[in-house]
């Protein structure tokens, strides 16, 4: 449906859990809302109860106030749903975020008035099997990471692309990421940046010991298979609590059926920008003595 044609009548605003000024301005969008005949309801993050409605799809539209990491977990619950996403910054950085704090209000006008539009954010799914069964199934915004947890020496993987051998990593990590991620771990990895408009999959090893080393760009569609040839070993999806791999253990990774929806106030080009202006101003920097 068009952003202009699309009109919300119940939105539900999420709040991280340790941000208690992210709860109050939650609740006076809520209140503000009102004014425009829409229903609302206010919570944190791990509010089962709000969740429950959620899935349930008893809401057009989720508000994030938190950072990065909480519109990631908004999306594992809203991407199945096609809920779309407008996030609110109350965290450090925001690679994901819409506005800023405290400066909704012309956005919430804009919003109601249709005055935006959708971006589409592809997501992975990720099955972990384990002799011959599937053992734990993701959706996955950012990025799956195989890898060693926390043992010194590194993990041995090998990895296949579309059923065919592809090559042996041994390295402290494997990530397997979509667009989105490729500004999160994958960047830090020295993988490259794509705009999120692209379907692609990376491969970027982290740390790899005279092994591939460079990260692969996988044509839209591709298909993954990682088997763990050594252990410890562990997988994390999109920062979630690791699971424990055993030798043998496989995690496939490929497109998933869903999309997550961005409310968007921007032009259509400006990612670019953002990124330049984010790595500018990076937080943990500091100011450079002049």
């Known amino acids: 449906m068009d952003a202009e044609l699309e009109k919300f009548s119940s939105i539900a605003l999420f709040v991280h859990p340790k941000l208690k000024q992210a709860m109050r ?12 005949q829409v229903k609302t309801a206010v919570g944190y993050l791990n509010d089962d109860s709000l969740r429950d409605k959620v899935q349930s799809e008893d809401f057009d539209l989720v508000v994030t106030l938190g950072g ?18 407008l996030a609110i910054n ?12 405290g ?24 099955d972990l099997r384990r002799e011959g069964t599937v053992a734990g199934s993701w959706d996955v915004l950012n990025e799956v990471v195989i890898g060693r947890g926390q043992m ?51 491969l970027i090893p982290v740390a790899p010991h005279i092994s591939m080393d460079r990260a692969i760009v996988l044509a839209e569609g591709a298909s993954v298979v990682v088997e763990a040839l050594s252990t410890p070993a562990i997988i994390s999806v999109d920062g979630q609590t690791p699971v424990k791999l055993r030798k043998g253990d496989q995690v496939y990774v490929y497109l998933s059926e869903y999309n997550l929806r961005f409310v968007r106030f921007q032009k259509a080009g400006y990612f670019y920008s953002r990124i330049i202006s984010l790595m500018d101003q990076h937080p943990s920097t500091g100011e450079v003595e002049k």
């Open 103 to 126: 400066k909704w209000q012309a956005y919430i006008d804009d919003l109601i008035a249709g005055k935006f539009w959708f971006e589409k954010r592809m997501m992975l799914q990720c």
């Open 152 to 202: 010194a020496r590194p993990v041995q993987l090998t990895a296949r692309l579309d059923g065919n051998p592809l090559t042996t990593y041994v390295a402290d990590a494997l990530i397997v990421s979509t667009p989105t991620g490729s500004t999160a771990y994958a960047l830090a990895a020295g993988g490259p940046i794509l705009p999120p408009e692209l379907r692609n999959i990376l």
């Open 25 to 36: 301005e939650a609740n006076m969008i809520a209140e503000y809302l009102t004014r425009y």
């Open 68 to 85: 990065d990491g909480t519109v990631l977990r908004a999306g594992h619950l809203c991407a199945p749903r096609d809920i779309p996403i």
């Open 90 to 101: 109350h965290g450090s950085f925001g690679f994901l975020i819409e506005v800023e704090a």
